[in-house]
């Protein structure tokens, strides 16, 4: 198994993975971003939430901001695969030029793509991205494709508003960002949202699809991530970012993004 990651300083609202000849398993889990992936080799399971899809080289996956996933082998049957994740700001930023008057991202209205002419902007935007060109190019080719994406895969009269509980656990959510690297208990998230502990576990994981606890490691393998493209040890990170050790990071990494985090480091492309 190799794997690259793009990851650029001056272009910080994107990323994007390319991995080839991996039998690796992924626990179910969630990015803050939006996630599009595409098989290029092989074939994959993929689950969304409740759902479960075969994804094969001809279908681009989409992943709205905090939904539960996971893509496994099939038959333990290596593949090969890219995965794009945009910022959420961002692609608000981008959606606020398309439609009028909005005041939150749009989701996708779709999981499975199979459009011929965006796959052919996304594998465009991926050879780009790992080229050795001008980042001028590359956002070009990234704006492209999500402008492209959202004129067709958005539905603006299809925002559903919060409701009352699904209010409570954003604000929890938010908190959980913003304090991530304390050790924070399920009393001071019930607290916050005013709820009790059995009903706050229970509404948190009706609302995203994931439990306060996996949730929280997300967060900290997100912010991981980012400082795994400076030159801190990965011990500090580990430390820095609410976890016990680097043992214990090794673990949780491997179980969210199916490398390590030296895996991860060696493997970015800037």
Same mark, same amino acid.
């Given at each position: 198994? %190799?794997?690259?990651? !793009?990851?650029?300083?001056?272009?910080?609202?994107?990323?994007?993975?390319?991995?080839?000849?991996?039998?690796?398993? +992924?626990?179910? *889990?969630? *990015?803050?971003?939006?996630?599009?992936?595409?098989?290029?080799?092989g074939?994959?399971?993929?689950?969304?939430?409740n759902?479960?899809?075969?994804?094969?080289?001809?279908?681009?996956?989409?992943?709205?901001?905090?939904?539960?996933?996971?893509?496994?082998?099939?038959?333990?049957?290596?593949?090969?695969?890219?995965?794009? +994740?945009?910022?959420k700001?961002?692609?608000?930023n981008?959606?606020?030029?398309?439609?009028?008057?909005?005041?939150?991202?749009i989701?996708?209205?779709?999981?499975?793509?199979q459009? %011929?002419?965006?796959?052919?902007?996304?594998?465009?935007?991926?050879?780009i991205?790992?080229?050795?060109?001008?980042?001028?190019?590359?956002?070009?080719?990234?704006?492209n494709?999500?402008?492209?994406? !959202?004129?067709n895969?958005?539905?603006?009269?299809?925002?559903?508003?919060?409701?009352?509980?699904?209010?409570?656990?954003?604000?929890?959510?938010?908190?959980?960002?913003?304090?991530?690297?304390q050790?924070?208990?399920?009393?001071?998230?019930?607290?916050?949202?005013?709820?009790?502990? +059995?009903?706050?576990?229970?509404?948190? *994981?009706?609302?995203?699809?994931i439990?306060?606890?996996?949730?929280? !490691?997300?967060?900290?393998?997100?912010?991981?991530?980012k400082?795994l493209?400076?030159?801190?040890?990965?011990s500090?990170?580990?430390?820095?970012?609410? !976890?016990?050790?680097?043992? *214990?990071?090794?673990?949780?990494?491997k179980?969210?993004?199916?490398?390590?985090? +030296?895996?991860?480091?060696?493997?970015?492309?800037?």
């Amino acid at each position: 198994m %190799k794997s690259l990651f !793009f990851k650029n300083f001056q272009i910080p609202y994107i990323e994007c993975r390319y991995t080839t000849d991996s039998k690796l398993h +992924y626990k179910p *889990h969630l *990015h803050n971003s939006l996630s599009i992936g595409m098989v290029i080799d092989g074939n994959t399971n993929f689950t969304l939430e409740n759902n479960s899809y075969l994804l094969t080289p001809e279908f681009l996956a989409v992943i709205n901001p905090n939904n539960v996933h996971c893509c496994n082998p099939v038959k333990n049957e290596a593949r090969s695969y890219t995965m794009l +994740y945009l910022d959420k700001q961002w692609c608000f930023n981008i959606q606020s030029t398309i439609f009028d008057n909005i005041n939150e991202y749009i989701p996708i209205n779709k999981v499975i793509i199979q459009d %011929k002419n965006l796959i052919n902007l996304y594998l465009n935007l991926i050879n780009i991205l790992f080229s050795n060109t001008i980042n001028l190019e590359k956002e070009e080719a990234i704006e492209n494709f999500a402008i492209t994406l !959202f004129t067709n895969y958005c539905n603006k009269n299809k925002i559903n508003s919060i409701k009352k509980n699904e209010k409570k656990i954003k604000t929890v959510m938010e908190y959980m960002q913003e304090n991530f690297n304390q050790n924070i208990t399920i009393k001071e998230l019930a607290n916050i949202a005013n709820l009790s502990p +059995y009903h706050l576990i229970r509404t948190f *994981h009706k609302t995203t699809g994931i439990t306060p606890k996996n949730f929280l !490691f997300n967060i900290r393998i997100e912010k991981v991530k980012k400082l795994l493209n400076t030159n801190k040890p990965i011990s500090e990170i580990a430390l820095e970012t609410g !976890f016990y050790d680097q043992s *214990h990071l090794n673990r949780v990494f491997k179980q969210i993004v199916a490398c390590t985090p +030296y895996q991860y480091r060696k493997g970015i492309k800037n």
